[in-house]
């Protein structure tokens, strides 16, 4: 398939605002694809490379050569020219890089060359969701949808369940969870507060301490210890504190959700800062990992298996000391009280959990409902202001946005802006980071790449004519970056929305 054939329907797709026309033109390009081609098909029409890192960026890819008049470049040709970038390193990489950038794009149209350049950077916007690109793939294959969603939760990806979902239901149905393979987590909704979250889920509860670390997934087969997180990345050799904790259990294999975290000697959290820059190397500050879900114990899977049936597996594999407190009742002033105690402990707040629900890898529902005392939600920064009087010569007032997953479009809404909450420490990484994503300047406003995600505290949302969302923060301020999350977990606008008074 050549890479024009993916470029225009990638056009095809920004071009209507109709899921149903953009669930048919993604189908009819998948189904063209050949079964050595439908991986790189599947990824590229969802805007993305199979590569995780290529070492390239926007400067990178600030000159390019002059564009082919006609199309000769095939999908496969393309996905090992990546392949080959993402190997470079080491001395002379650079100059090699940029002559493989060279070769490459210079064999591109001119059309090809803009839509390789926004693969790169992130910068496609299709509005073509995972979600979308799912639905479209059981269309082509003429399978249910529902089947390529769990197969793809299980396996990770729905590039990796692409091939399978052609050879039919039996082949997407053999994507079981596998020790050792990691699964999207599982993701909480949001409450304002305790008494919401019990009425949400309903009935008997489970309430869980929300610890301020970072999430793990640990999968043990043996003497063999993996350990993932929720973008599903390895950090096993960064984190042998948590290795030693999984080989003590006694069990031969399992999978566990669950957070490592850094404390300091009285127990207490030390600052999410400090357990984010741990687990993105192999020394520094200690952390101990608390284990709150079990989603595999020696040969049974539990994925489908009721919340209470996981929390008593869980019980008999892992001791208190590395389980997450945890409370069950039907009682609000009991929930609230363990709450509180929760909060004097220095943690995040409490997650509440249904007893009755299975494991819902990848998706986030009813079923757990987050509470934290102060409001925050985790928004992607769209833009951001020139500062001015102390702050001149930095980046400072951020726009920010929340995901809008309704409807056809996959794109953000602007919720407002804020400058408070930084520090100048924050303010200089801010300067060069949004630099780095930058799109448009214009002297005043800096348009970035919707990439990096911030965690916005705020004392209430209001109705407000002034944003495309009809609604506005109240006292929006920085509570942290986050780079352990990725874009397509940040909140909706259906849920800040949950927050008006």
């Known amino acids: 398939m050549l890479l024009a054939d993916v470029v225009a329907t990638s056009g095809a797709v920004a071009a209507t605002r109709s899921r149903k026309a953009k669930v048919a033109a993604i189908a009819a390009l998948l189904a063209r694809a050949s079964p050595d081609e439908i991986e790189t098909v599947t990824a590229y029409v969802a805007g993305a490379l199979r590569q995780r890192r290529t070492g390239l960026g926007w400067r990178g890819l600030a000159t390019l050569p002059s564009p082919a008049e006609s199309s000769t470049l095939d999908v496969l040709e393309v996905h090992e020219a990546f392949e080959r970038l993402s190997a470079l390193s080491g001395a002379g990489s650079q100059s090699a890089r940029a002559l493989a950038v060279a070769e490459?794009?210079?064999r591109a149209t001119a059309d090809e060359q803009v839509w390789l350049r926004g693969v790169v950077t992130g910068a496609v916007r299709q509005g073509a969701l995972d979600s979308l690109v799912q639905e479209a793939l059981a269309v082509a294959a003429e399978v249910p949808l529902a089947d390529v969603r769990r197969a793809a939760m299980l396996a990770g990806s729905t590039v990796a369940v692409a091939r399978a979902a052609f050879e039919g239901v039996d082949a997407l149905g053999a994507f079981g969870l596998q020790v050792g393979r990691p699964v999207l987590p599982m993701l909480a909704s949001s409450a304002p507060d305790v008494a919401a979250a019990l009425a949400k889920v309903g009935g008997e509860v489970a309430v869980d301490t929300k610890l301020d670390g970072i999430r793990i997934q640990v999968h043990r087969?043996?003497?063999?210890?993996?350990?993932?997180?929720?973008?599903?990345?390895?950090?096993?050799?960064?984190?042998?504190?948590?290795?030693?904790?999984?080989?003590?259990?006694?069990?031969?294999?399992f999978v566990l959700d669950g957070e490592a975290?850094?404390?300091?000697?009285?127990?207490?959290?030390?600052?999410?800062?400090?357990?984010?820059?741990?687990?993105?190397?192999?020394?520094?500050?200690?952390?101990?990992?608390?284990?709150?879900?079990v989603l595999h114990l020696d040969g049974t899977d539990l994925l489908d298996a009721p919340a209470s049936e996981r929390a008593a597996a869980l019980e008999r594999l892992?001791?208190?000391?590395?389980?997450?407190?945890?409370?069950?009742?039907?009682?609000?002033?009991?929930?609230?009280?363990?709450?509180?105690?929760?909060?004097?402990?220095?943690?995040?707040?409490?997650?509440?959990?249904?007893?009755?629900?299975?494991?819902?890898?990848?998706?986030?529902?009813?079923?757990?409902?987050?509470?934290?005392?102060?409001?925050?939600?985790?928004?992607?920064?769209?833009?951001?202001?020139?500062?001015?009087?102390?702050?001149?010569g930095w980046l400072s007032n951020i726009h920010l946005g929340a995901r809008d997953p309704a409807g056809a479009d996959q794109h953000f809404v602007m919720l407002g802006k804020t400058f408070k909450g930084m520090t100048d420490e924050m303010?200089?990484?801010?300067?060069?980071?949004?630099?780095?994503?930058?799109?448009?300047?214009?002297?005043?406003?800096?348009?970035?790449?919707?990439?990096?995600?911030?965690?916005?505290?705020?004392?209430?949302?209001?109705?407000?004519?002034?944003?495309?969302?009809?609604?506005?923060?109240?006292?929006a301020r920085v509570v942290r970056y986050r780079d352990d999350k990725p874009v397509s977990e940040i909140d909706t606008i259906a849920t800040v929305k949950e927050f008006l008074g």
């Open 318 to 392: 892992v001791p208190e000391a590395h389980r997450v407190p945890r409370l069950v009742t039907g009682d609000v002033a009991a929930a609230e009280a363990f709450a509180a105690e929760v909060l004097r402990d220095g943690h995040e707040g409490v997650v509440v959990k249904a007893l009755g629900a299975p494991y819902d890898a990848g998706r986030r529902g009813a079923s757990w409902v987050k509470v934290k005392p102060v409001h925050t939600l985790d928004l992607v920064v769209l833009g951001v202001e020139w500062g001015s009087g102390r702050r001149k």
């Open 427 to 475: 303010l200089a990484w801010q300067t060069e980071r949004f630099q780095e994503l930058a799109v448009d300047d214009n002297g005043w406003v800096v348009t970035v790449r919707p990439e990096q995600v911030v965690e916005i505290a705020f004392d209430g949302v209001q109705r407000s004519t002034r944003y495309p969302g009809g609604v506005a923060l109240r006292f």
């Open 261 to 293: 975290l850094a404390l300091t000697e009285d127990g207490r959290p030390r600052p999410f800062q400090e357990t984010a820059s741990r687990t993105a190397m192999a020394e520094g500050v200690v952390v101990t990992p608390y284990f709150f879900d």
């Open 104 to 106: 490459l794009f210079g």
């Open 221 to 253: 087969q043996g003497s063999e210890v993996l350990v993932a997180t929720r973008s599903l990345e390895d950090i096993t050799a960064r984190l042998p504190e948590v290795v030693a904790v999984a080989l003590a259990l006694p069990a031969d294999s």
